[in-house]
Nanobody, 121 residues
């Protein structure tokens, strides 16, 4: 019923930039917070950045000042602008949305399929 589709991943050299997009579609009534998580090989999934429906943002210390999260509520889309990328940013990046579907009163977490970011040194 609901899909989160990410785009914009790939290979980049250290110091470069990438922009991720994630569009939510389907029978969506409302979206609360949206965010980006990442998981590197052998590590747990961690929060990178999140943004509320009102635009309040939160960042992991490791990306603060380099990454910027934003959203377009009319398009149900969240973005992650990543600048000054480092090899340690290499991971699979996942989009997340806390949303209600049509004719439901429950808020649930939905996830995208993940997109690989590889930063070469």
């Amino acid at each position: 019923q609901v899909q989160l589709v990410e785009s914009g991943g790939g290979l980049v050299q250290a110091g470069g930039s990438l922009r991720l997009s994630c569009a939510a579609s389907g029978r969506i009534h409302s979206i609360n917070a949206m965010g980006w998580y990442r998981q590197a090989p052998g590590k747990q999934r961690e929060l990178v950045a999140s943004i509320t429906g009102g635009g309040s943002t939160n960042y992991a210390d490791s990306v603060n000042g380099r990454f910027t999260i934003s959203r377009d509520n009319a398009k149900n889309t969240v973005y992650l602008q990543m600048n000054s990328l480092k090899p340690e940013d290499t991971a699979v990046y996942y989009c997340n949305a806390d949303l209600r579907t049509v004719r439901s009163y429950k808020w649930n977490d939905y996830w995208g399929q993940g997109t690989q970011i590889t930063v070469s040194s």
